[in-house]
């Protein structure tokens, strides 16, 4: 049995509407419901992915802005940030 599934949003969770399809909100209830912890780890900022991620009622931080930021959707938790430095 799986314990973590990540899935990207653009062309993977999203379709090309920027739509979560109902198959694929489906699938994800389902394996939340198996005590799978679920995320989306995106390129996106973190306040573009928000809705989709408050949507699905996932269970784990979003990873967002290519693997900078790890936040909580809920507590808005930061766990990592790194951001690009200035010179």
């Known amino acids: 049995m ?3 599934f990540v899935t990207d949003a653009d062309g993977s969770l999203l379709n090309s509407n920027s739509e979560i399809s ?3 909100k489906e699938a994800i209830r389902e394996v939340i419901s ?5 995320t ?3 390129g996106r900022m973190f306040s ?3 809705p989709y991620a408050l949507k699905l009622n996932i269970n784990a ?3 967002s802005y290519n ?3 790890i936040k909580d959707i809920y507590t808005k938790k930061v766990y990592y940030y ?3 430095q200035t010179e």
């Open 40 to 42: 989306i780890a995106t």
């Open 2 to 4: 799986y314990k973590l």
């Open 48 to 50: 573009s992915i928000l």
């Open 34 to 38: 198996k005590g799978v912890i679920f």
């Open 82 to 84: 790194n951001p690009i």
């Open 67 to 69: 693997g900078a930021l």
């Open 22 to 24: 109902d198959k694929n």
């Open 61 to 63: 931080p979003v990873i």
